[in-house]
């Protein structure tokens, strides 16, 4: 609908608020359903939902300025000011379940409402219900365009959603400023952070619709920690007229609990425990694989079975997201072992995500181009040689003005602004992201969107058909970029590789260089940086000897990687023939992974390595892999922490943790386990 109604408003309709109708207002309802309409859309389009919910169920629809009842009130042209004020007006409704749908634009303001209620009330929706609309991540790809959008375009839209407007040229006149100024809003939004959310994720698509692809709907997988589930029902963009029974009867099953999780598979004979700590659940709880679990009390530490299993049972079964079943190794000389050889140990099978499914009967497909950690050993070798100079210690010198210069800019905007501050958000994120896509050659200005696909790549969870898009997206970004790089190359690694290899390398694998980088590059370092922070906020004792230099800086740097291990395996291994690992027979096409955090505290490499001592000479710990597949970046990381980690020290004094620990979110189900967020006063 659009700013004019076509349908006056129910007899008897009650206003909660400017922002907010209802048809009818419920004394005790079990769940309150908010809509958001889409550009130009007014809360009327909804009208016909409270007819179909079942008895119970409150529809409300958010009324934006500029229409209905607030036909004289000049749109908003910031769409931070519109969640911002939007989420205002429904604190009065927390106190019961509610839910929120929106289409189009409104599956960007519904999500943007939702993580106010999440960071400002701890209010998680029963379902975030999104249609028609790329994740907000996707909209943070680029620079605003330069042009207005075309008023014919705007006006065929609204004529599709509306056909009062089809027949009368008056009434689209009338409302073509309010049409504008949506339009405007939707396409200046650029998200500085889009953060995942806790509540279950349904996302719906017409299946002839041209403005949103099965890749758009399937983005909105990374902005949930919880399930996830894709609909599609007949039509174009503006499905929801025609297919509205459908619709509201889906959505009422999904706010019901209907959504259907991923599982993230169990363990046997793995003791869960019954303690009550202080971390995190899902780092920590029975849910979560052995092969990733983190400690109940410590969420630096691997979980206390890894002690017992490296005593009694050092290859142990365990169960991938996926459904597949691996050994998992436990001891560091066994670890060590399965990292160095690469004739006996594959990491072919990791082709379509980082976790592999059971094998399908007609085998892998083919290695992906430049992906090279799926390449045989030769092959492997002959990349790793070209990447190498790119990756040297010399290399990493050199980048160190620079990460200083980038360290020191963004502590100058957090003590700008004054506390709190989230270092993850502010500082441990956005520094080692910025100074690898400029190592690497990628334009900053689309950080955002390939960080959102990257972290698809990075999540455990069983997501094949999402992170498939992913490559996808990938995939045709960097063989753009690599087009621009043979072009012009420039002083980066990409345009050495262009320089001197590119006879060798064609553009597919240039690219698919390009997606491992970045795969593998910075996301492992910010892990580390971010959980670095919070293990020295929660020890003074070592963040002093940090801070005041008593502590060498590339010891403490090292100590802190060993003692973290934010990767928990690197890769799954699949055997190349049958094997035999501390007494455990293996056969031939099994999957092999080693935990890395276990055999980083293994007492057998060294005395007291459960304890973090940051003037510790650290061992020859896996946290950076080992051999052939050692760390490329492992130079890189070391230097970003012995800059960073004094600096922040130094310019916040009194730096503390603003919330306890319990209440902090980990990321287990990921290739670099960290923390999401760290709230910081000083």
């Known amino acids: ?178 049409l504008r100024a949506d339009h405007a809003l ?122 017992r299993l490296r005593a009694e049972q050092p290859v142990v079964r365990t169960t991938l997201p996926t459904g597949a079943r691996a050994w998992l190794v436990t001891r560091y000389a066994d670890a060590r072992r399965v990292i160095s050889d690469q004739r006996r140990f594959s990491s072919r099978a990791a082709v379509n995500g980082p976790v592999p499914p059971p094998e399908p009967p007609e085998g892998f497909p083919p290695p992906r181009p430049g992906v090279f950690y799926t390449y045989g050993p030769e092959e492997h070798a002959r990349i790793r040689r070209m990447l190498t100079p790119e990756f040297s210690a010399q290399r990493a010198r050199a980048l160190e003005p620079r990460a200083q210069e980038l360290a020191d800019r963004h502590l100058d905007a957090i003590e700008r602004a004054g506390p709190p501050a989230d270092l993850i958000a502010g500082f441990a994120l956005p520094v080692p992201r910025l100074l690898f896509l400029e190592l690497l050659g990628v334009p900053v200005r689309d950080a955002g969107r390939l960080h959102h696909d990257l972290a698809l790549l990075h999540d455990f969870h069983p997501v094949h058909a999402a992170q498939a898009g992913a490559f996808r997206r990938l995939d045709t970004y960097l063989r753009a970029l690599v087009e621009e790089v043979r072009a012009a190359p420039g002083d980066h690694v990409l345009g050495h590789l262009a320089t001197a290899h590119g006879t060798e390398l064609d553009d597919s694998e240039l690219a698919g260089i390009a997606c491992q980088l970045l ?67 293996i056969a031939a096409g099994e999957y092999v992974l080693c935990s890395l955090p276990s055999a980083n505290r293994d007492e057998d490499l060294a005395d007291g390595l459960d304890r973090l001592d940051v003037t510790r000479e650290p061992p020859h710990h896996l946290a950076l892999g080992h051999g052939a597949h050692h760390c490329l970046g492992a130079e890189l990381a070391r230097m970003e922490l012995r800059v960073c980690l004094p600096r922040v020290l130094r310019r916040l004094p009194g730096l503390r943790l603003r919330v306890p620990l319990g209440e902090l979110r980990f990321t287990p189900l990921n290739a670099a386990y960290g923390v999401e967020s760290l709230p910081v006063d000083w």
Request: with cysteine; aromatic share 6%; proline share 8%.
């Open 186 to 307: 939707l396409r200046a939004y650029r998200p500085a952070r889009t953060p995942r959310l806790a509540a279950p994720v349904v996302a719906y698509r017409g299946a002839d619709d041209p403005r949103a692809t099965e890749d758009d709907m399937w983005s909105w997988q990374a902005m949930t920690r919880s399930a996830f589930r894709y609909r599609t029902l007949p039509g174009d963009h503006f499905y929801l007229t025609e297919e509205e029974a459908g619709l509201v009867a889906d959505v009422v099953e999904a706010c019901g609990g209907g959504t259907e999780g991923a599982s993230t598979g169990t363990e046997q004979g793995a003791p869960e425990g019954n303690g009550r700590g202080t971390q995190a659940p899902e780092a920590a709880g029975p849910d979560v694989p052995l092969f990733v679990r983190r400690s109940r009390s410590c969420p630096f530490d691997p979980a206390e079975d890894f002690a």
């Open 519 to 585: 795969l593998a590059g910075y996301a492992t370092i910010s892990g580390t940086l971010g959980l670095s922070l919070l293990a020295l906020l929660l020890d003074p004792e070592q963040a002093a000897l940090v801070r005041d230099g008593r502590a060498r800086p590339a010891g403490a740097a090292e100590e802190l990687i060993r003692h973290l291990s934010v990767v928990a395996f690197g890769k799954v291994f699949q055997t190349t023939e049958d094997v035999t690992i501390a007494g455990q027979d």
């Open 1 to 178: 609908m659009t700013g004019v109604s076509a349908r006056g408003p129910a007899p008897g309709r009650t206003d909660a608020s400017r922002w907010l109708l209802r048809r009818r207002v419920l004394p005790d309802p079990a769940l309150r359903l908010l809509c958001f309409p889409h550009a130009g859309g007014a809360a009327t389009f909804f009208h016909g939902w409270q007819d179909r919910v079942p008895p119970g169920t409150e529809v409300g629809a958010i009324c934006y300025p500029g229409r209905q009842n607030r036909i004289a009130e000049p749109p908003l042209t910031s769409m931070t000011e519109l969640a911002d004020r939007i989420h205002a007006a429904l604190r009065g409704l927390l106190d019961r379940p509610l839910a929120l749908f929106g289409h189009s634009m409104g599956a960007i303001v519904a999500y943007e409402v939702a993580v106010r209620l999440a960071e400002r009330d701890g209010v998680t929706p029963a379902a975030l219900l999104v249609s028609g609309h790329a994740a907000p991540y996707l909209c943070a790809a680029g620079a605003p365009p330069e042009t207005a959008a075309d008023d014919r375009e705007i006006a065929a839209l609204a004529a599709a959603a509306d056909p009062a407007l089809r027949h009368s040229p008056e009434l689209l006149d009338l409302v073509m400023p309010v």
